[in-house]
């Protein structure tokens, strides 16, 4: 499995249950969404990008390897590790150690999952305000609670392909597009606008009728993603509070290339 999947692949791992900076030289931006939506247009279900990140809710930034492993086809890192990898990596063999269901067990999985490279997702809309194409980062969850609505209005299976004969309304709809909640309670919502006469402005309404058959503007995905060399990966474990002595790595330094399980007193925490 790779790092980026894109379109239907993109939406199979979705909806199928499988789990340095940007190079690009007109750098696009996430559209940041509050409790207050958006209008958009959903051009196309297959208008997103799956990527596997790194980072920690208040100390480190997503961001994803410059040089990413290879992952299994349940989502988990098997090749090239990187430094965060091994981290998690570490936490996980320890763990495996204690007794089913114990404390310390559960304690040691939650570590192991804090450091280990998680799927979100980008997906792209138009904006109905400024009449151009957005792209909206989002966690698993997010994403598959928006696109529950998407799926009420245009058939798809599990490897994310549209049903032949399947419903196409969402073609010529509007929706109101919003993250609720706060941290890791944030939740992605998508609500169909069911008066368009009314709830939309003249301006919003006359860019929805010229966007429509545009397709999505797909470059918006190439560049826009935080790169980390392996360097600057261990520096940001640091910063996440893990003992990276326990790796014997070092600031400056490469990382280990040996295979030995951790010492079982050892913890980064």
Do not use: C
């Amino acid at each position: 499995m790779t790092q980026f999947q894109k379109g239907a692949a993109a939406l199979g791992s979705l909806i199928g249950g499988n789990g340095g900076g940007s190079s690009k030289k007109d750098k696009v931006d996430f559209t940041k969404l509050g409790s207050e939506p958006i209008k958009v247009r959903v051009k196309s279900p297959f208008d997103l990008m799956r990527y596997f990140a790194y980072g920690v809710h208040g100390k480190v930034n997503t961001f994803i390897a410059k040089n990413p492993p290879t992952y299994n086809d349940n989502g988990f890192a098997s090749g090239n590790l990187t430094p965060w990898d091994k981290a998690s990596d570490y936490y996980y063999k320890l763990a495996q150690k204690e007794p089913e269901k114990s404390a310390k067990r559960q304690e040691l999985s939650t570590l192991g999952y804090k450091f280990r490279a998680k799927p979100r997702y980008i997906m792209g809309f138009y904006d109905l305000e400024s009449g151009k194409d957005i792209i909206v980062d989002f966690t698993k969850n997010q994403a598959m609670a928006v696109y529950s609505t998407i799926r009420e209005y245009v058939e798809i299976d599990k490897q994310g392909n549209v049903v032949e004969g399947g419903e196409h309304e969402i073609y010529d709809m509007a929706f109101k597009l919003s993250k609720k909640g706060s941290g890791r309670d944030t939740t992605g919502s998508l609500a169909p606008i069911i008066n368009l006469s009314k709830g939309l402005t003249e301006k919003e309404q006359a860019n929805l009728e010229a966007s429509a058959g545009q397709p999505f503007d797909t470059s918006m995905f190439e560049g826009v993603l935080y790169e980390m060399d392996e360097e600057e990966m261990i520096k940001s474990l640091v910063k996440a509070d893990f003992d990276i002595s326990i790796l014997g790595l070092t600031i400056g330094g490469s990382a280990s290339e040996s295979n030995e399980e951790p010492a079982e007193d050892s913890f980064g925490f």
